[in-house]
């Protein structure tokens, strides 16, 4: 029986693009929302292509990142990456109704991301939990098979992989419509294709869908 290869931990430059973005029913919403209003909250289960367009909104507008704590020197375009993940200590609080007054007072574009819905943070300042809730929001849906699709082909270009039509229609049925989980399943199979010098067929996919 042969020995296993090692498999190199080749980097992988994933392409994050706005022409990488795949635009299907579980997201168009979202994207057409995000285009029509200066300040938008991006809601969304991980793995449903929120940091990607985040991103993409990000270079478009040249936009600066909040921390939390860099509140004095935002004074233009602005993006707020999970939001329901920030310490909410008393300044943090104050910082981040501020930077809401001051994108509607000096009318530059915000972006907020998150995974829950500011009902659910730990917010003691009651002004902010106001503003907050009053933002506008567009839900990313978890992928659709014409996106689970995309997202596979895509990882696997990432990847400098090619994979058959049959491969491709026999995992579509079997994979989670998670974008997270579809991007470990061709890490997975990457390695595991490394390693054991075979290339990608049904049965190693099959051997690769049951370790997830």
Do not use: C
Not at 17 to 22: R, S
Not at 119 to 132: E, K
Not at 148 to 170: T, W
């Amino acid at each position: 029986m042969p020995a296993q290869q090692i498999p190199l931990a080749l980097p992988v430059d994933p392409s994050m693009g706005e022409d990488d973005f795949l635009i299907t029913q579980s997201n168009q919403t979202a994207v057409v929302q995000l285009n029509n209003h200066d300040t938008l909250l991006l809601l969304g289960p991980k793995g449903t292509g929120k940091s990607h367009l985040a991103r993409i909104w990000q270079k478009r507008h040249k936009a600066t990142l909040f921390d939390g704590m860099n509140v004095a020197t935002l004074n233009s375009a602005v993006l707020w990456e999970d939001a329901d993940r920030s310490a909410w200590n008393a300044q943090t609080q104050q910082n981040a109704f501020h930077l809401l007054n001051s994108a509607k007072e000096k009318q530059f574009p915000l972006l907020i991301t998150a995974t829950t819905p500011p009902a659910q943070w730990p917010l003691t300042l009651a002004d902010l939990r106001s503003r907050l809730l009053a933002v506008s929001v567009a839900q990313m849906e978890m992928p659709d098979d014409m996106l689970v699709a995309g997202l596979l082909l895509k990882h696997f270009k990432d990847r400098q992989l090619r994979v058959s039509e049959e491969v491709l229609n026999y995992i579509l049925p079997r994979i989670a419509r998670d974008g997270a989980v579809i991007e470990r399943f061709v890490k997975q199979l990457d390695e595991a294709s490394l390693a054991q010098t075979r290339a990608i067929t049904v049965p190693l996919v099959k051997t690769a869908l049951d370790l997830l």
